[in-house]
């Protein structure tokens, strides 16, 4: 019984990894065909678009509850763009909704860049440290050597006295 409890709980894990896996290729995937679909759009296009993202952004930011996402960039897809097919407006909406999800995961991007160069930064400190303190051996260690030679100079000369 116990076998079984733990063979399961390795399969919610490894479930668990393969939908975390899944999910980032999903969202690369969905990035790759936001940035495609960037490419091919008219400039003019990108900036009611651009908009549209802005105005959906600060929607989400306002807190309004019940509020789903799609729908609204839809409809502030279709007030932008009149005269669209539906699979126009679907694939212009989708664009939104990919720029809204990148510019929400920049933040989570950031703070693992700085958090990998705060380790690097700790690893350069203790690196650092670790020859501040070898350069001061070899100091002392060369102090104590022009000790011995000044002291050896001096018995040198003592005895030719």
Do not use: W
């Not at 019984?1 to 939908?19: F, H, I």
């Not at 699979?87 to 933040?107: C, D, G, M």
């Not at 350069?135 to 030719?160: A, E, G």
């Amino acid at each position: 019984m116990v076998g079984l409890a733990l063979e399961d709980e390795g399969y919610e894990v490894l479930t668990a990894c393969n939908g975390i896996k899944a999910r980032e290729l999903m969202e690369q995937t969905a990035f790759a065909r936001a940035h495609r679909l960037t490419s091919l759009l008219q400039p003019g296009a990108r900036a009611k678009l651009d908009l549209v993202t802005r105005g959906l952004l600060a929607h989400l930011a306002s807190g309004s509850e019940n509020v789903d996402p799609y729908a609204l960039a839809q409809q502030e897809v279709r007030s932008k763009f009149a005269q669209l097919s539906s699979e126009q407006s679907n694939l212009l909406s989708f664009y939104v909704l990919a720029e809204v999800a990148r510019i929400l995961t920049v933040p989570d991007e950031l703070k693992g860049k700085l958090r990998s160069m705060n380790e690097m930064s700790e690893m350069t400190s203790l690196r650092l440290q670790m020859m501040m303190d070898r350069r001061s051996k070899f100091i002392s260690t060369l102090s104590n050597i022009m000790k011995k030679i000044s002291t050896t100079q001096d018995t040198l000369v003592q005895n030719l006295k």
